[in-house]
Nanobody
Framework: VQLQASGGGLGQAGGSLRLSCAAS????????MGWYRRAPGKQRGLAAT???????NYADSVEGRFTISRNNADNTVYLQMNSLKPEDTAVYYC????????????WGQGTLVTVSS
């Protein structure tokens, strides 16, 4: 199983960045896909998730600014980040979670997003 994230880098406050994560080795449509993030000095936490049917869930801190989407045809999940804030600075991790038995939980390697003020 591989979750290959890309698109991180340096952004400016008020600007936008887009993260991508390509999944391989899983039955993609059976997984909830998500983005989690770990800010400096903090624990990893939810940014957003999207089910195979397109139901989305967002952390309060990103609601209205970030949009998660998935393409079930090419096994890719995206995170469009708009109106960036310095507090969005974090390592962002792609996640694939299967909640039906047998359950699995896979993580990508993380991609760093730095937002300058």
């Amino acid at each position: 199983v591989q979750l290959q994230a890309s698109g991180g880098g340096l952004g400016q406050a008020g600007g936008s960045l887009r993260l991508s994560c390509a999944a391989s080795g899983i039955s993609y449509s059976n997984y909830i896909m998500g983005w989690y993030r770990r800010a400096p000095g903090k624990q990893r936490g939810l940014a957003a998730t999207v089910s195979s049917g397109g139901t989305t869930n967002y952390a309060d801190s990103v609601e209205g600014r970030f949009t998660i989407s998935r393409n079930n045809a090419d096994n890719t999940v995206y995170l469009q980040m708009n109106s960036l804030k310095p507090e969005d600075t974090a390592v962002y991790y792609c996640n694939a979670r299967r909640t039906v038995s047998p359950t699995f939980n896979f993580w990508g390697q993380g991609t760093l997003v730095t937002v300058s003020s």
